[in-house]
């Protein structure tokens, strides 16, 4: 009976003891930045937006969005987004601006953009993104061979 006690006790304690943050640990600012840009140009196609508590998917090209995000010699990232114009055939080009990494030397939470707006971080790995881009919108995206 006693061994069952604390078996229970150790149990919620472990699991009180997790947090609920998806990024890795330990991330430093330039890690971030690297894993985004792939330490040059790289494109990450938004597979999902969750928009109001209602998830949307492309279904079609017009419907895609790409995020693009490349590193500067200035330790930032110059960000983009790449949306179709009708017909497929060309993108529409939206300069998002210069963005860094928040934090000092270990990454909080956030991408700080120049203009003053920033997007949180939700999860990182080196092949899929989740970002909240606005109060209301969070976007998953996969990196691309665009």
Known sequence: ??????????????????????????LYSYQLERLLSGGDTATWTVTSRLIGGIIN??????DSIRLLFMDTTTDSLDVARLTYQPGCLLFDTIRLGKANASGTLLFTDSLLF?????????????????????????????????
């Open 57 to 62: 998917s492309p279904s079609d090209c017009e």
């Open 1 to 26: 009976m006693r061994g069952r006690t604390f078996l229970t006790v150790f149990l919620i304690y472990g699991i009180a003891g997790c947090t609920e943050i998806d990024f890795p640990q330990g």
């Open 114 to 146: 120049e203009s003053g707006s920033h997007w949180i971080i939700h999860s990182i790995t080196s092949t899929s993104l989740s970002v909240g881009t606005s109060k209301e919108v969070v976007e998953t995206a996969q990196k691309s061979n665009f």
